[in-house]
């Protein structure tokens, strides 16, 4: 029995939803770091107003970051759980036919029984998945609500731009004091 072109469709979507979040990642990251030279510029020459645009800018562009990272786990554990369920259910109907044929080849009523279970157990799985998704889509949407980071997290944020800066400032007074002493030279 092979795979139906729906199933291959659904797989090629997870896949593509997936593929999709890591490039979001990856843009965010590049990101990240443009308001990071910015910052470190704005701090080097004084412009506060500039250097707490960029901060903002960082710090949500974290945050965005944060929330694509939990919303492609829960796809991706949703996504492994469904599978792990419709194999369930598979394997459950599977049982029930096998439940049916020996059966019919014993006679005996206690298959009917036991087939019945299988069903009801069946129903059960498909239940457990749909709270399962419900219970993910409600995770997602608090994601939401989380919107700046906290006083620990904004202080992280500006020492890493304040250090950059500060390693930038020393190479740009090598560089002058070595452009002096050239000067000094051909003098």
């Given at each position: 029995?092979g795979?139906?072109?729906k199933?291959i ?5 997870i896949k ?10 990856q ?17 080097q020459k ?17 945050m ?5 990272y ?7 554990i ?5 599978d792990?369920?419709?194999m369930?259910?598979d394997f459950?109907q599977g ?12 006679k ?19 239940l ?7 219970f ?9 609500t ?10 992280e944020i500006e020492n890493?731009i304040?250090?950059e ?13 070595e452009l ?8």
């Open positions: 029995m795979v139906s072109k199933e469709k659904k797989k090629m979507l593509q939803t997936i593929n999709n979040m890591n490039k979001q990642i843009k965010l990251e590049a990101q990240k770091q443009v308001y990071i030279d910015a910052g470190k510029q704005a701090k004084g412009l506060t107003a500039q250097y707490n645009l960029a901060l903002a800018g960082l710090k949500t562009t974290i965005q970051q944060k929330r694509v939990e919303m492609k786990l829960n796809f991706e949703t996504s492994q759980m469904k792990m369920s419709a369930t259910a459950l049982m029930g036919s096998l439940s049916k044929d020996m059966m019919k080849l014993t005996e009523k206690d298959f009917l029984k036991v087939e019945k279970q299988f069903n009801e157990a069946m129903v059960s799985v498909e457990q998945a749909e709270h399962m998704e419900n993910m889509e409600e995770t997602q949407s608090a994601f939401s989380n919107a700046m980071g906290s006083a620990e997290e904004n202080s890493l304040s250090n800066a500060a390693s930038d400032n020393i190479t740009e007074s090598m560089i002058e004091k002096e002493e050239l000067k000094k030279r051909m003098m």
